[in-house]
Nanobody, 124 residues
Framework: QVQLMEAGGGSVQAGGSLRLSCTVS????????MGWFRQAPGKERERIVS???????DYADSVKGRFTIARDAAENTLYLQMNALKPEDTAMYYC??????????????????WGQGTQVTVSS
């Protein structure tokens, strides 16, 4: 079964940058949707960006122009480059995957494979 593990979270001042990584194992030759999500205390988990098996991304409005998703050639690692961080970006960040072909605006609840999360804290 697909296994995911996030890394790279930490504490940073507003305007700073972080790069998160997600290592992937156990995946088959199936077509996958992958993405980055976050959940702040007292709020619902939200999609930051998804990427389909052809490498096409779809970003949430809240992070457009600031965050960038990328993956390695072997599709073994997923990255999230976060620039111009704001205090409202503070959350637990998760990577996730699901077997699928059409990934844009895929609801959060349909993703079946999740990492355990990495904390990002942005101070004023």
């Amino acid at each position: 079964q697909v296994q995911l593990m996030e890394a790279g979270g930490g504490s940073v001042q507003a305007g700073g940058s972080l790069r998160l990584s997600c290592t992937v194992s156990g995946h088959t030759n199936s077509t996958y949707c992958m993405g980055w999500f976050r959940q702040a205390p007292g709020k619902e988990r939200e999609r930051i960006v998804s990427i389909d098996d052809d490498g096409r991304p779809d970003y949430a409005d809240s992070v457009k122009g600031r965050f960038t998703i990328a993956r390695d050639a072997a599709e073994n690692t997923l990255y999230l480059q976060m620039n111009a961080l704001k205090p409202e970006d503070t959350a637990m960040y998760y990577c996730a995957a699901d077997v699928g072909r059409y990934c844009a605006n895929l609801p959060v609840y349909v993703y079946n494979y999740w990492g355990q999360g990495t904390q990002v804290t942005v101070s004023s």
